[in-house]
Antibody
Framework: EVQLVESGGGLVQPGGSLRLSCVAS????????MTWVRQAPGKGLEWVSG????????YYADSVKGRFTISRDNSKNTLYLQLNSLRAEDTAGYYC?????????WGQGTLVTVSS | EIVMTQSPATLSVSPGERATLSCRAS??????LAWYQQRPGQAPRFLIY???TRATGIPARFSGSGSGTEFTLTISSLQSEDFAVYYC?????????FGQGTKVEIK
């Protein structure tokens, strides 16, 4: 059974940092690209960042480019998202998702709240 | 960036009726189009990929069609569990982009 479990969310002040993690199981993690998607409270889905299966190719939404960094450790079956220079508009639930013809499996999400 | 536009924003349908949701891309995405269902408080659920192929375990009442810039998700006979928000998403180009969603509510 595929499982994706996110962690690392919380309350942070504007300008602060957080690192999100997503632990994967039930599939060969190093064979699949992975993605982060976020959803602000009461809003729609926003693609944030993607990474190739080997980790050598990364992509970012313009809204987070230069502030967020996606990475992965295939030896630990773990996906990361480093969030720096956080803004109020980054407040959202952050989901990790496995890539296959779209995003076929999703975690339950971790909530990031940016507020003073 | 490819802009995905869904219509209508809200669709009011009676149980047992058919629902037809539309998704338009600002430029061609070929058939690289997925649909997701999101119920309140839950993560999105993968429904359709390749514009028309149902994901594993998705009931046959869900069907997708279209290619290029115009796509449709049809739910042939709405069940109570189908009242939710539906999103389309293109995976032809970077950045990946979602539509703004269509809420299917009980009439």
């Amino acid at each position: 059974e595929v499982q994706l479990v996110e962690s690392g969310g919380g309350l942070v002040q504007p300008g602060g940092s957080l690192r999100l993690s997503c632990v994967a199981s039930g599939f060969p993690f190093d064979s699949y690209a992975m993605t982060w998607v976020r959803q602000a409270p009461g809003k729609g889905l926003e693609w944030v960042s993607g990474i190739s299966n080997s980790g050598d190719i990364t992509y970012y939404a313009d809204s987070v480019k230069g502030r967020f960094t996606i990475s992965r450790d295939n030896s630990k079956n773990t996906l990361y998202l480093q969030l720096n220079s956080l803004r109020a508009e980054d407040t959202a639930g952050y989901y990790c998702a496995k890539n296959w013809g779209g995003f076929d499996y999703w975690g339950q999400g971790t909530l990031v709240t940016v507020s003073s | 960036e490819i802009v995905m536009t869904q219509s209508p924003a809200t669709l009011s349908v009676s149980p047992g009726e058919r629902a037809t949701l539309s998704c338009r891309a600002s430029q061609s995405v070929s058939s690289n189009l997925a649909w997701y269902q999101q119920r309140p408080g839950q993560a999105p659920r993968f429904l359709i990929y390749g514009a028309s192929t149902r994901a594993t375990g998705i009931p046959a009442r869900f069907s997708g069609s279209g290619s290029g810039t115009e796509f449709t998700l049809t739910i042939s006979s709405l069940q109570s569990e189908d009242f939710a928000v539906y999103y389309c998403q293109q995976y032809n180009n970077w950045p990946r982009t979602f539509g703004q969603g269509t809420k299917v509510e009980i009439k």
